[in-house]
C-alpha cells in the first residue's frame, strides 16, 4: 500500500508544481499590454494617426510611416525595435518566423472562415502581423487570446514582449 500512496503523494505534488508553473506563466502573458488606437484609425486625421504609430512602432523613417499609415491598424502588443545589420535582422525574422510555425496549430481556431484571421505573417520591420478579416467582428479580447498564444510560443523560444501588429483588412482574391 504504501507503493501505491508514494506514486499518488508524487503525482499531487507534480501536479501541484505543474498548476503554479501555470499559474506564473499566466501572470507573466497578462502583464503583455496591448496598445490601440483611441479612436477607429479611418477616424484619425494623419498627424494624429503618424503621432500614434511612432509611439507603437519606435524610429520609424518616412518611406516606413507612409506604409505603416496606409494600413488600417488595429492593435500593437510587444515591443518593436528597428534593426539596422543585415545579419541582425535575418535571426530576427528566422525567431519571428518559428514562432509563428509553433503557434500555427494553436492559431487554428482564430483562421478564417471560423475566426477573424486571414494571415499572418513576418513584416519586413521586425514584427508578427496578423490580418483580421475586416468584415468580421473582432474585439480585444480576441486578439488578446491570439496574442497570448503567440506571446506563450515566443517565450518558449526565448523571446520576451514579442511584437505582434493586427491590421484590418479585406480577404485577398486572386483571379
Not at 10 to 31: H, M, N, P, T, W
Not at 122 to 137: A, G, Q, T
Amino acid at each position: 500500500m504504501s507503493r501505491i500512496n508514494g506514486k499518488t503523494e508524487r503525482r499531487k505534488i507534480i501536479l501541484f508544481s505543474v498548476s503554479l508553473i501555470g499559474i506564473v506563466v499566466a501572470i507573466a502573458i497578462a502583464a503583455s499590454t496591448c496598445t490601440a488606437f483611441d479612436k477607429a484609425p479611418e477616424e484619425l486625421d494623419i498627424s494624429e494617426k503618424r503621432t500614434t504609430i511612432s509611439e507603437l512602432i519606435p524610429n520609424t523613417d518616412e518611406k516606413d510611416m507612409e506604409f505603416l499609415s496606409s494600413c488600417n491598424i488595429y492593435a500593437v502588443y510587444g515591443k518593436t525595435e528597428k534593426i539596422e545589420e543585415t545579419e541582425a535582422r535575418e535571426k530576427s525574422v528566422d525567431r519571428l518566423s518559428a514562432v509563428t510555425k509553433a503557434a500555427g496549430k494553436d492559431l487554428q481556431p482564430y483562421l478564417y472562415p471560423e475566426g477573424p484571421v486571414h494571415g499572418y505573417g513576418i513584416c519586413y520591420l521586425n514584427y508578427i502581423e496578423v490580418f483580421l478579416y475586416d468584415k468580421r467582428p473582432v474585439d480585444y479580447a480576441t486578439t488578446d487570446e491570439i496574442y497570448r498564444i503567440i506571446d506563450y510560443h515566443g517565450r518558449a523560444q526565448g523571446i520576451h514582449d514579442i511584437p505582434v501588429v493586427f491590421t484590418r483588412s479585406d480577404l485577398v482574391h486572386i483571379n
